[in-house]
């Protein structure tokens, strides 16, 4: 069953970066609504409620019933763009997919692992999660809010496969079925340089041998003592 939100909206007269600029210093956050042999309709959000709604939920698979004033039924929709400001990260613009009941949409679902692999716990493996999200085609009442995977069987050097997971009726997964999901994977195991530090051990040692030997004169010591014998 797809989780659903809801968000009150406002239809709104005009289009173009000055309208928008007027929206927003107003605190409203210009979005459009458009769908399949549907007219586009201009909307405008509340930018706080649209933010806290956004951040509350997972925004690739909600259905977000949008609540038009002045209208009697509900937009269904679901999220397919949200601009933000490249330097203030605020809310610029959201554009929204108006779903209709029987009709299949494409949609990214979250991948989700559940338990510890039995070569993780018994053979010191590590969990590698190469896909986190799927995308999967279906009406929006089969949207699916995650898509769990039970790994604890999995051992050291195994893989799971898109081919490898039971999906729900009418949910069909629209990238290659052959792509790995997660693996177990043996630790890699960074090799000290051994033979480096041996070298710079038997460099420094030499230098100190030299050292205590006895330094060679200063430069210039001899051509002192021999100007000194000189003069006498």
Do not use: W
């Not at 959000?45 to 509350?56: G, I, M, N, R």
């Not at 397919?80 to 959201?94: A, N, S, Y």
């Not at 050292?211 to 200063?218: K, L, S, Y």
């Amino acid at each position: 069953m797809a989780n659903t939100a809801t968000l009150p909206a406002q239809k709104r007269e005009g289009t173009g970066k000055g309208v928008a600029r007027k929206l927003r210093a107003a605190g409203r956050l210009p979005a459009v609504v458009y769908g399949r042999e549907l007219d586009p309709v201009h909307l405008s959000l509340d930018v706080k409620e649209a933010e806290q709604l956004f951040y509350s939920i997972s925004v690739e698979n909600t259905i977000v019933e949008l609540k038009v004033e002045g209208e009697k039924k509900p937009y269904e929709t679901l999220i397919r763009e949200i601009q933000v400001h490249p330097l203030r990260l605020t809310l610029t613009h959201v554009d929204f997919l108006r779903i209709q009941a029987g009709v299949t949409v494409d949609v990214n679902v979250p991948v989700h692992l559940i338990g510890i692999p039995e070569g993780v716990k018994n053979s010191g493996g590590v969990l590698e999660q190469v896909i986190h999200d799927l995308a999967v085609r279906c009406i929006p009442s089969k949207i699916p809010q995650s898509i769990d995977i039970d790994v604890t069987h999995l051992e050291i050097n195994k893989s799971l496969h898109i081919y490898d997971i039971e999906f729900g009726e009418g949910v069909e997964v629209t990238i290659e079925q052959k792509r790995t999901i997660c693996s177990v994977a043996i630790p890699k195991v960074i090799e000290e340089p051994e033979e480096e530090e041996e070298e710079l051990l038997e460099g420094e040692e030499v230098e100190g041998e030299v050292a205590e030997d006895g330094a060679p004169a200063a430069e210039g010591a001899d051509e002192s003592g021999d100007s000194k014998e000189g003069e006498g």
